[in-house]
């Protein structure tokens, strides 16, 4: 009994609070050979996949990456357990988790929308927003929203300004300034489970709703300018393009509409299972589009 006591020490002050690890990001695919040299993935081969609840994904311009946003188990299943994969152009998996890769130094428990700005990446996640190092993947900060239930979408304003959608009860949208001070932008109709957003070329906050078709511009003074309609309700995912055309994905139908400027919306695609917050890659020009629990990402040319 006494050296099964002795035993359990080093393992009990391995799992003490003070013997946590740096944040380490996680290597693009490849083992280590039988001489103990790190290998890459040969050039000839081709991985798919490495989602679990895949919700969202920005475009990485820098290094022609898509950065898929995987939301994990459940909480009830495991708090902790968000990771982000890089993903190239043509789906492949450039690194599985390349955020998460281990939990050291590292909160990420359920995040869902996010967006690239400034060299960050945002993140969504519950009650917080994230905010990552793009080039190196390490945690920089996070914001608590008090009163946020499930934040989802998430835009970022020339300015800095961040704005997140709040999808269950109350149905709101929260500002974070600059200077790191919560308010809340918008609230109440015509917000009804509010799901997508992102900014327009004239800095306007576009949001869509998962309980109808709106399609609603806002000032930045939160007056509300215009409501468009999308082909379906359920909408989830708005990607906004430079000359003002938005595409707008139904999580309930799985359609895409696009509605250009002055034009009446058309339905693009159809039939995406779970077509969540998607993302353009503009030098493809196709739209990336994650689909939450199928574990998988649709890919949408636009040429």
Known sequence: MRMMVIALIPALLASAPGSAQEFKAGEPLGTVNEAGIATPISSNVRVFGSFRFAESCTYDPDRNLIVAMN???????????GFVSLIRPDGSVHTSKWIGATRDGLVL?????????????????????RRFDLATGKPLGATTVPGATYLNGIAVAQDGTVYATNTRPESRVYRIAPDGSVSVFVEGAPLANPNGIAIDPEGHVVVVNLGDNAVMTFHPDGRLIRTERSAESGNDGLVILKDGTRYVSSVRFGSVTRIRPGSAA????????????????????????PMNPHNALAFLPLG
């Not at 939301?71 to 357990?81: E, F, P, S, W």
């Not at 690239?116 to 917080?128: K, P």
């Open 71 to 81: 939301a994990g188990v459940t909480q009830d299943l495991q708090q902790n357990d």
């Open 109 to 129: 428990n359920h995040p869902l929308g996010s967006a690239i700005a400034g060299g960050i990446l945002y993140a969504a996640d519950i009650d917080t927003v």
């Open 266 to 289: 058309e339905v693009i695609a159809v039939g995406i299972p779970s077509a969540a917050s998607m993302c353009h890659d503009p030098v493809q020009n196709q739209l990336v589009i």
